[in-house]
């Protein structure tokens, strides 16, 4: 993969040398999924972040990757619900543990949505 992965950087690379708008280039599909990804969540406004490749991240950046705030994380770290380690002084989380606290997140916010959805309809408030 890693060798597909380089001529796809540089494949990119060389198309946005030239100018214009627009660019032409032939990708993987790996990359071209990925890529379709960024656009589509850019697209439908949620935030896009691009890691360092790290494999640990400090509280105010997995409030970046959750979509919450710095002092959000924290509490989810004093509750064992997000797990960390110290390295010093300093509180680290794995990227795997982000990841996997958003996938256990997703379905108990989607019943939430749906549920504050019914709320509206039953009360009249929306059009």
């Known amino acids: 993969m890693g060798t597909v992965t380089t001529r796809d950087s540089q494949a990119l690379r060389r198309a946005l040398e030239g100018d214009g ?4 280039v032939s990708l993987s599909r790996a990359a071209a999924e990925m890529a379709a990804r960024v656009v589509d969540a850019e697209v439908s406004g949620r935030r896009v972040v691009i890691s360092h490749g790290l494999d640990e991240v400090s509280p105010a950046e997995a409030g970046a990757l959750l ?3 710095r002092p959000q994380v924290r509490r989810l770290m004093d509750r064992n619900e997000l797990p960390f380690r110290m390295v010093g002084s300093h509180h680290r989380i794995a990227v795997a543990d982000v990841e996997a606290f958003l996938a256990a997140e997703r379905p108990r916010r989607r019943a ?3 549920r504050f959805s019914a709320l509206e309809d039953e009360f009249g408030l929306t059009e």
Request: a negative charge; aromatic letters at 0%.
């Open 112 to 114: 939430a949505l749906a």
């Open 21 to 24: 708008d627009e660019v032409s």
């Open 67 to 69: 979509g919450m705030s």
